[in-house]
């Protein structure tokens, strides 16, 4: 069957901010650099699962990707970020609260993060030392791709609205359909490519993508508690 596939996917990667090569993209969104440049070059379809990825990294519907030739409308595709809206809670005092969400909330969290009933269910307490005027919750961390960020320290972290303003290096904590809520350092592409590049300080885990669609919250690092001193060398 005749399509615009190929045709619509050499466009695209030609319109990414950066000058973007197969490899690069093939990179980026874990294909195989061969596979991807048969789907270019039309010498193969598309398999369903890449399919899917490839419509929602470049923000457009599989039936455009298919159908449309994409080069006679681009200057129409929306580029608008979508409006978030955080479920919160606050106190008598009509101020925030800080919320924690317990080891035992974390799974629910990522489907329920935007249910205020959900959300109002959470603990929460009063940190002097973190300004009023921002948004903070309190995450537990699990595992030892973080260390020296010990598992089970508690992390203050304070949300943020606009993902495309997070400088490279920051640590996060980035709230996930498949991965739930991790630690991560982040390297931004959302702005041209709409991926961020998920980085643990400990080196036995290997960076890897997840495409902006996939996220549903990112809250930046502010501090952590660990109920235990550091272990040293001594």
């Known amino acids: 069957m005749s399509t615009f596939f190929s045709q619509n996917l050499r466009f695209l990667r030609s319109k990414m901010a950066e000058k973007t090569s197969q490899e690069k993209l093939a990179e980026i969104l874990q294909i195989k650099k061969p596979t991807l440049g048969s789907y270019e070059s039309g010498r193969a379809e598309p398999k369903y699962a890449d399919l899917i990825l490839l419509a929602n990294f470049f923000e457009v ?14 200057p129409g595709l929306s580029n608008k970020p979508k409006l978030r809206i955080l479920a919160t809670t606050v106190n008598e005092d009509n101020e925030e609260n800080i919320e924690m969400v317990p080891v035992k909330a974390l799974a629910g969290y990522t489907t329920s993060y935007d249910d205020l009933e959900f959300i109002k269910e959470l603990p929460t307490f009063h940190v002097p030392f973190l300004t009023k005027d921002r948004k903070y919750r309190v995450f537990p961390i ?24 997070i400088k490279d290096g920051t640590i996060c904590i980035v709230v996930t359909r498949e991965d739930g809520v991790v630690l991560k350092k982040v390297i931004n592409h959302l702005q041209e490519k709409n991926v961020l590049i998920l980085k643990s300080t400990n080196k036995l885990y290997d960076p890897y993508p997840i495409l902006g669609t996939e996220i549903q919250e990112i809250w930046k690092f502010a501090g952590y508690f660990y109920n235990e001193f550091p272990e040293t060398n001594e």
């Open 61 to 74: 519907e599989v039936d455009e990707l298919l159908k449309e030739d994409l080069s006679k409308r681009i």
């Open 142 to 165: 699990k595992g030892d791709s973080m260390l020296p960020l010990q598992s089970g320290s508690l992390v203050f972290a304070e949300y943020v609205e606009d993902w495309k303003d």
